[in-house]
Structures are given as structure tokens and as C-alpha cells.
């Protein structure tokens, strides 16, 4: 008899086990079928690219030299290879093209997503976040005039000819306070 109950407790704990095993694999599944706002895998990757995306605004905004990146944005805008109005060209990730390489090495160590040269008006742009909040920088050759009364640089005027953008600016009046704040460090 006392063997018989050890095979039932034995039962019960396989049983068990498979059960536990079951609704992880069940939840490990549904956290992938389920939208994003009801995975608990949405909100670690959405943690993730709000910290990523933090991360490149400190480097953007407080650790890049100002000058060398304008004078690098510049050298690039003599470029008449590279420089097609209203070209894109992704910097980050797997749809990078061999010009990229050609790019000046202040921009390269930025590491922004993209470089955008201006479709009608001369500039370029370093995209560093899409998605969730656009934000970078605009660089404008020396001279640049305004080309109509209502032209936006950008959002916040780094040095002159170098302008910080960002979606913030736009949904939180209080955004360039944040923006300030930041830079005092």
C-alpha cells in the first residue's frame, strides 16, 4: 500500500509539471498573438527603444562637438554625389548602403538611423529616432537665407547653422524646459 502512494504522488507531480510546463508555453504564445499593449513583451521593447532613444539624445545633445559636426555636415554638402535633393540614406541597420562609408567620421560616430538631404531646401538632416519620436539635427550652409516667411529651422538653434528637432517640442509646452535641462546636465 505505502508504494501505491508513492506512484500517486509521483503521478501528481508529473502532472503537475506538465501542467506548469502548458500554460508557460500558453503564455509564452499568447504574449506574441496578443497586441502590443496587452504583451508583456511590448512593454519590455517599447522600454527598451525609449532607453535607446535616450541614450542618443544624450549623445546628440550633450557629448557631440557642435562645430566639428556642422563643419562635417558642410564637407558632406560639397559633395555632388552624394548630395541628391530628397535622398535618404539609412546609416543604421540592414538596409545601409556602401556610400554610407564616405560619410565624414563626426557623422559616422554619431550613429544617426539616417542622413536625409532636403528636397527643396538645402540642408541635411541626421535623423537619429523615427517611430515613437522623431529628433536630430539640421545643418544649413553658411548664408543659408530663409527661403519663405513661415520656414522652421528646427526646434532649438544648437550653434549657428545647426538646429535640434524633435517631436516633443510639439505634444509638451513645457518640452524645451526638458530640453534645456538635459543639456545643463
Known sequence: M???????????TITRKRIVIAGVVVAFVLSFILPIEFSPWGRL??????????????RLLCKTNYQELLEACRELMRDDELMK????????GAKRRPEISRLPQPILDLEPSCVNIGDTVEYIGLEMAGGTNHFGVR???ENFQKPFANFKYGDKELIPGLWYYDDGYHHNPRYGKKIEDLMQG
Not at 521593447?45 to 544624450?58: D, G, T, Y
Open 2 to 12: 505505502g508504494e501505491l502512494r508513492k506512484d500517486t504522488s509521483m503521478g501528481k
Open 45 to 58: 521593447m517599447l522600454f527598451v527603444i525609449i532607453r535607446q532613444e535616450k541614450a542618443m539624445q544624450v
Open 85 to 92: 535633393p530628397g535622398m535618404t540614406y539609412p546609416v543604421r
Open 139 to 141: 545643418a544649413y550652409p
